[in-house]
């Protein structure tokens, strides 16, 4: 396979995904390249495509790689998927995605703890959302379920990683204020972004057994 072929390839692969593509899934997929070779590939299609102003370009976000148009036409591919568009969290959810976020992994009680109130309706909320899973228990009297982020965290509020969250030095009330005007921020910017993308959203049913599953697998632990 000459590069030429593989660019082409890759290209395809990025048009078709709905979801964005690793480095090691298209590496996989070819067979024939390394990851300096593939991650040079990507970026010669998005010289391409700036140098031919092409209304599309190849973003990394959610631990992967995807193809999006560009900002500017966001108005109107807003208004062709009107009806699909996803929404907002609220700020009860945002709040305690915050502190999942940055305490990660955390248990339910910790982040009752944080934010004073019973939270079981949001983490169902961000469960169906498919924005957190369970990842685990906490070694303590009782064992309880340990919630992270997924990568639908990341896809949802534009992120390429964690590491793109802003630090916090401690996890005070204000910090938490903070942590969730910024994923307020983070989301307005993503939904602009998923507006314009080719991904496709997950279904509620798919999000629904992938919880179950986790739930079962870390049944079957004990």
Same mark, same amino acid.
């Given at each position: 396979?000459?590069?030429?072929?593989?660019?082409?390839?890759i290209?395809?692969?990025?048009?078709?995904?709905?979801?964005?593509?690793?480095?090691?899934?298209?590496?996989?997929? /070819? &067979?024939?390249?390394?990851?300096e070779?593939?991650?040079?590939?990507?970026?010669?299609?998005?010289?391409e495509?700036?140098?031919?102003?092409?209304?599309?370009?190849?973003?990394?976000?959610?631990?992967?790689?995807?193809?999006?148009?560009?900002?500017?036409?966001? !108005?109107?591919?807003?208004?062709?998927?009107?009806?699909?568009?996803?929404?907002r969290?609220?700020? !009860?959810?945002l709040?305690? %995605?915050?502190?999942?976020?940055?305490?990660?992994?955390?248990?339910?009680?910790?982040?009752?703890?944080?934010r004073? $109130?019973n939270?079981e309706?949001?983490?169902?909320?961000?469960?169906?959302?498919?924005?957190?899973? /369970? *990842?685990?228990?906490?070694?303590?009297?009782?064992? !309880?379920?340990?919630?992270?982020?997924t990568?639908?965290? %990341?896809?949802?509020?534009?992120?390429? *990683? /964690?590491?793109? %969250?802003?630090?916090?030095?401690?996890?005070?009330?204000?910090d938490?204020? /903070?942590?969730? &005007?910024?994923?307020?921020?983070?989301?307005?910017e993503?939904i602009?972004? *998923?507006? $314009?993308?080719?991904e496709?959203?997950? *279904?509620?049913?798919?999000?629904?057994?992938?919880?179950?599953?986790?739930?079962?697998? %870390?049944?079957q632990?004990?």
């Amino acid at each position: 396979m000459t590069r030429n072929e593989a660019k082409k390839i890759i290209e395809v692969l990025l048009f078709v995904s709905n979801r964005p593509l690793s480095l090691e899934k298209i590496i996989e997929i /070819l &067979d024939e390249f390394d990851k300096e070779s593939v991650g040079s590939i990507i970026e010669e299609l998005n010289t391409e495509y700036q140098v031919t102003k092409r209304s599309f370009n190849v973003v990394e976000v959610g631990g992967g790689f995807q193809i999006l148009t560009d900002q500017f036409y966001a !108005p109107w591919v807003r208004k062709l998927f009107a009806k699909d568009k996803r929404q907002r969290l609220s700020a !009860p959810a945002l709040e305690t %995605l915050s502190i999942i976020a940055y305490k990660q992994p955390i248990t339910r009680a910790d982040i009752e703890a944080i934010r004073g $109130v019973n939270i079981e309706g949001v983490l169902d909320t961000l469960l169906e959302r498919g924005l957190i899973r /369970l *990842s685990g228990r906490k070694e303590v009297i009782g064992r !309880p379920f340990l919630y992270t982020t997924t990568k639908e965290f %990341l896809m949802h509020f534009g992120l390429k *990683s /964690l590491e793109d %969250l802003p630090k916090l030095n401690e996890y005070t009330e204000g910090d938490i204020q /903070l942590g969730r &005007d910024e994923l307020i921020k983070k989301e307005s910017e993503g939904i602009d972004e *998923s507006c $314009v993308s080719t991904e496709a959203q997950g *279904s509620t049913e798919v999000r629904n057994e992938e919880t179950e599953k986790d739930v079962e697998e %870390l049944t079957q632990k004990d």
